[in-house]
Each structure stands twice: as C-alpha cells, then as structure tokens.
C-alpha cells in the first residue's frame, strides 16, 4: 500500500471535518481527546442538525472535487463518503431524533462523557463545573427536538421513552450531587465554594424535569409499535455495518449459527453437570462454584486489569506486535443507570487517556468469571482496545477523520467477536466453565441476528425454534419480546435483567445489534479466501497487521480492500 504525505488535500479535508464535529458535537470532541470543548455540551436541536447536514453536503462536495493520489487517499475518500452519506440518510430522514433508548441518548450520553474528563487540578474542576451547567440547555435543544418529532408524526416507541425518562430520573436522585463530590476531592477544591455542587443540583433538575415531561407530555402520545419496518431497517443496518445487507438471507444464516453454536453448548453442559436437563441449570452450577466467584467490585477491576495484562504479554510478538504506548487498558464501574452490557471507550487522540473497559455492576458484589474471561477479550485485548488504540498510531495511513470518526460498528464489532473466536482458536478456553462461556456469547450474537431481525421485520419464529421458557411452543409464532428475552435466557444463559436489558436495546437501535455478527461473518470470510488465495505464504499475524493497520472500514469496503491484499503487513 502506497503511503502518501499526511498533507494531500484529502487528508487536510478530513481534518477540517474532525474540527466541524468537535465544534458542533463536544461529546465528540472530548471522547476523542480534542481539546478546547470540554466545557461545552452538544446543542440537539432540529436547526443545528439542519447545520450539520448542509456542512456534511459541502464537505461532500469538496470530497468529489480532490484528486486521489494513492491507495491511502482512496481509502480515506471511501471511508469519508461512506460515513458521511449514511449519516445524511438518517438526519434526513428524521431517524437521529426519533431513534432512542437507554443505551443511546442524550441522557445517557451527557451523563458519560464526565467519566473521561480530566479531575486533577481546581482548574479542570472548574471546567467540570462550566459543563454541568450546559446540561440544563442541552437537553432543552433536545426536548425542542423531541417536540418537533410530534409535530412530524416521528415519535419513538413508549418503551424507549419511559426507560429514558427512568434513566433521567435516577440521575436526578443524586448522581450529579455525587459526581461533583468526587471532582471536588480529585481536584482538592471545595465542592460547594467551586459551584460544582450548585452546578450538580442544576443538573439534576434539569434531568427531573425532562423526565416528567417525557411521562407526562410524550408518553401518552408515543407510538405502542416497536417494528420499524424493512425500509428504517434497511437505513440503519447500511450505517451499523457499512454494507448492503440481504435481511431475510442474514436472518436465516443467523439461526443456523444459533443452531450449531447450541450444539456445542450442549456437549459442555452434559461434561460440567452430567444430567443437567437444562443450560440454565448448567449455568447455574457455574454461578454457584465459589471457584469461579470475584467478591467485591475491587477485586473484579483487579481482575479485569491483571487479565488485560496478561492478555498483551502472552500475544505481543506472536500473533500481534503490541505498541509500548497502547500496552495499558484501564477496566473501570460504568456509571450507574447504564445498560447492563460492559463496553469499551477507546483512548484519547494523544494517548494521554488510556482506553478503558467499562464493567456495568447492576448492583451486583459477586461476579462469576467464567462469564467474563471472553468478555475482556472482546472489549480489551485483542479486542476493541488492540483494534482502536492501533488506529490511533496509523497518522501516515489513516486520516483523521478515519482514526477518529470513520468507526462502523459492523468492523469493530466484528473484529472484537472474532478476537474471542481467535482466543478460542488458540486454545484460551481450555476450562469447560470458560468455554461455555464463550459460547453463551457467540449464542448471544447470534441470537441477536434473529429477534433483531425478527421483531423489527415482524417476521414468524422459526418452525422447529420449539419451547421458549413458559410461552410454550414457539415455532411459527410471530416474534414478540417476551420471546425474545425467553430465547435469550434459555439458548443464550443470560440472566433475567440482561436479557430485558438486551431486548430493550434492539427495540431502541434497530440493526446495531446484528452488527455484531455480521461483522464478524466478514472477517472469517476474508481470513479464509486470504488463507486459500496465498496458500503457504499466509502469515495470520500479518493478516491482523495489515487489516488493522487498514483501520476502521464500512464492510463492503473492508471486504473490497482485504480481497486485494497481497499478504504483506
């Protein structure tokens, strides 16, 4: 691959993009560690994401006017086009106000990006204390859009907005107040002297008032309809993955996965509890063996830190060359309120911030690891932080834009599920407890392929799924919720809460969810016709060099570029 100058008119291109997004998203600007908009917060309104769509027009526009001069430019022009097109297609079509739930919103959202920001000094709690209060004016901006989403007949379904005024609540309960006592002993400033505790009790109003006009004002007239039919489906699969996807073939595809993936879960249950009629008494078992326990959130960061430690020393030189500036993955407690599946922030632009893995305790003090060890190497290393933190050192072949906002969840999400794959490839997964559960995750992922699909498209369960928890059979039935969460608990061992908590997310963000899979179907595929295509002189560690040194890609392009590689790193 040709290596151009960083400063060809593309990549100046999309480092003007980076500084627009900055401007107009703060939470943008402080996720990736650009500086000056830590005291900011977004404004959500209808009129500033028409300012936005007609700056993405002329940035397009510009973006076809430039010569590509290398094979780095084209894939920086691909990457741009890709993302910024599909990100039209949704503002356009009112999709980024109407498409909410607790794991994606302006609640959650705000509330999150204080986790990342600096608390060392007076004059960062300072800045803190300036962002608490934007948080009333922010979600005015997108109360103000919500209003407009009524006026337009665009309103989310009832269950989304009743779990973020829930959500908005809770923060309203204290969260803020506890937030700005932390700051205020980080930075050994006075907590009400500074005004952050002021600044925290406005927040948190602000909050209470947003979730009573959210049950008083729009849930009465919100839509009782979850589907969101194949056309929106179509529209936010295109922006999860970057590719063009065939629904009804995926969907068919991901209940033989589902299927197989069972298969084998069954032939561990019958080795860990002989006689077990059931893996949710299998997983019962595990959860119950004090062995496997980690008592206390102190030693389960302890654990998920000295894993991700281990993790590097044992690949790094083998199957991936690890840089000395991204050998620390930080694991830390997800603020409370958020969705019960941990998840991974990558680090700053610099690298002062270290990426860090986010564990979600629902309130929980025991943890039983033998549902996690394949969790952290999805969302650490060789997961999400080994895929993420790469791209960051890839200046010279990734342009800004790229490295920062050229993410499709269908590439990353991929890479990470089949950085478990790969684990389980190389033999991590000796223990049969650890193995299951490996596979309850891959069940997971596959199952999310067919209630995704399934209750969005409205389709009918398949005709051999059989019983569901206490629903009876299932087979034929049109797919509902409550089927989904039995599938998830029975097929997938997740827990009551998760699977609610699970089946709420695909409601709230149709296609993300098989993003997953999807992705992870497109790395194997490339993997296998590279392996056929070189023969002998495949090498996997280049394979992983090279692709993730390729960086963040919508899919089809992914599977475009992969097909030409020639098998060098």
């Known amino acids: 691959m040709t290596t151009p100058n960083s400063t060809t008119p593309i990549f100046a291109l999309a480092e003007r993009i980076v500084e627009q997004m900055a401007e107009s998203d703060p939470l943008f600007a402080t996720d990736a560690g650009i500086v000056g908009y830590d005291h900011l917060l977004p404004d959500f309104s209808t009129e500033q994401q028409r300012r936005d769509e007609t700056q993405a027009v002329a940035n397009l526009e510009e973006l076809a006017a430039l010569a590509v001069t290398s094979d780095v430019d084209r894939i920086a022009t691909a990457v741009i086009g890709e993302r910024l097109e599909t990100m039209l297609d949704l503002v356009r079509h009112g999709e980024i106000t109407r498409t909410f739930s607790v794991i994606s919103s302006p609640v959650s959202s705000i509330r999150q990006v204080f986790e990342l920001m600096a608390v060392h000094s007076s004059k960062d709690a300072d800045v803190v204390r300036a962002r608490l209060t934007q948080v009333r004016p922010s979600l005015e901006s997108w109360r103000s859009a919500l209003g407009d989403a009524v006026r337009t007949n665009q309103l989310p379904a009832v269950r989304h907005v009743i779990g973020v005024a829930e959500q908005a609540a809770r923060y309203a309960g204290g969260e803020y107040v506890a937030l700005g006592e932390r700051v205020a002993a980080a930075a050994s400033v006075d907590a009400v002297a500074s005004g952050l505790t002021g600044a925290a009790h406005d927040a948190e109003a602000a909050c209470r008032e947003l979730a009573a006009w959210l049950l008083s004002d729009l849930a009465p007239i919100a839509t009782t309809h979850e589907a969101c039919g194949e056309e929106r489906y179509h529209r936010w699969s295109a922006y999860f993955s970057g590719a063009t996807l065939d629904l009804h073939e995926l969907y068919e595809w991901g209940y033989g996965d589902l299927r197989r993936i069972h298969s084998r879960m069954w032939e561990l249950a019958h080795r860990i509890l002989p006689g077990a009629t059931s893996l949710v008494a299998v997983a019962d078992f595990l959860d119950n063996d004090s062995g496997r326990a980690v008592a206390g959130t102190e030693e389960l960061l302890a654990r998920l830190r000295a894993f991700t430690a281990t993790t590097i020393n044992e690949l790094d030189g083998v199957h991936f060359d690890i840089d000395e500036r991204i050998r620390v993955c930080d694991a830390r407690l997800a603020p409370e309120g958020s969705a019960a599946a941990p998840y991974y922030i990558g680090p700053s632009e ?113 005709g051999d799924i059989g019983v569901l928890g206490t629903l009876g059979d299932c087979s034929n039935r049109r797919w509902t919720p409550e089927m989904a969460v039995a599938l998830l608990e029975d097929w997938a061992i997740q827990d009551h809460p998760m699977s609610i908590s699970e089946v709420d997310r695909y409601l709230g963000m149709p296609a993300q969810a098989i993003s997953y899979k999807v992705g992870e179907r497109a790395w194997l595929n490339a993997r296998r016709e590279a392996e056929e295509r070189l023969g002998d002189s495949f090498s996997l560690k280049a394979f992983h060099a090279h692709a993730l040194a390729m960086g963040p890609l919508g899919l089809d392009t992914f599977s475009t570029e992969m097909a030409s590689w020639t098998g060098t790193a």
């Open 350 to 462: 610099d690298l002062s911030r270290p990426g860090t893995t986010w564990f979600p305790t629902m309130g929980a003090t025991s943890f039983s690891w033998w549902r996690f060890a394949s969790t952290w190497y999805h969302e650490s290393v060789p997961g999400h932080h080994l895929q993420i933190a790469t791209a960051m050192l890839a200046s010279r072949r990734q342009s800004r834009f790229h490295r920062l906002a050229g993410n499709t969840s269908g590439y990353a999400e991929g890479w990470a599920l089949y950085a478990e794959r790969l684990m389980d490839e190389l033999g991590y997964f000796a223990d049969p407890g650890d193995e299951l559960g490996y596979l309850a995750n891959q069940a997971l992922r596959a199952a999310r392929v067919v209630v995704d699909i399934g209750l969005h498209l409205e389709l009918d369960a398949p």
